[in-house]
């Protein structure tokens, strides 16, 4: 079983739509989740990070952890062309080791 | 310049040459990473150094060699490289071998 699932979709949505990105993961030791976000031929930067279980809000994202059912979530209101991107969900383990999902490709159409 | 960069952004090598990727860091980091990216593939951790100690190898091949000479530069020597090994490589750095890593934009590598 992998540490971290997520469906590499690719995921098309109309602009303005509101976008539901997710990921499981299997080890219920992991405190921290991250969400990066990735445009075309640059590196991912990080978009938030949730310690725990809950939500966390900035604008329009909003990251959500349910530590019961192992499952991460990332939504995404009012969706923007410029929201099209690679999104790639990731846990934080010791020594800085962040694992990754495969990452889902996100395209927003105006 | 700001930032991770990262040198050279493509580079294109034969299975017997000897190569190196940059990476250097401005954001006054002490710890550094190398990840590789390949195709339909999660992001994987290759090495991580902190204060210039390699503290994570994460079971990587040995053709593939790590440096880091100071807290601002690390270093990824290449040699008898495999076409499987054809992938984006990214740089990434932190504080205190963080959540919070700042990635470069990655060399695009190509074995031949």
């Known amino acids: 079983q992998k540490e971290v699932e997520q469906d590499p979709g690719p995921l098309s949505v109309p602009e303005g739509a509101i976008v539901s990105l997710n990921c499981t993961y299997s080890?219920?030791?992991?405190?921290?989740f991250m969400w990066y976000r990735q445009y075309s031929r640059k590196g991912p930067e990080l978009l938030m990070y949730?310690?725990?279980?809950g939500n966390k809000e900035d604008g329009r994202f909003t990251a959500q952890v349910d530590k019961s059912s192992k499952y991460i979530s990332l939504f995404i209101r009012d969706s923007q062309p410029s929201d099209s991107a690679t999104y790639l969900c990731a846990i934080f383990g010791s020594y800085g080791k962040l694992t990754f999902g495969q990452g889902t490709i996100l395209t927003v159409h105006p | 310049e700001t930032g991770v960069t990262q040198t050279p952004r493509h580079l294109v090598m034969g299975m017997t040459n000897k190569k190196s990727l940059k990476c250097e860091q401005h954001l006054g980091h002490n710890a550094m990473y190398w990840y590789k990216q390949s195709a339909k593939k999660p992001l994987e951790l290759m090495f991580v150094y902190s204060l210039e100690e390699r503290v994570e190898n994460n079971s990587v091949p040995s053709r593939f060699s790590p440096e880091c000479p100071n807290s601002s530069h690390l270093f990824l020597h290449l040699h008898t490289l495999q076409p499987e090994d054809s992938a984006l490589y990214l740089c990434?750095?932190?504080?205190?071998?963080?959540?919070?890593?700042?990635f470069g934009p990655g060399t695009r590598l190509t074995v031949t």
């Open positions: 080890n219920s030791a992991f405190q921290y």
């Open positions: 990434a750095s932190s504080q205190d071998a963080g959540y919070e890593q700042y």
């Open positions: 949730t310690y725990s279980s």
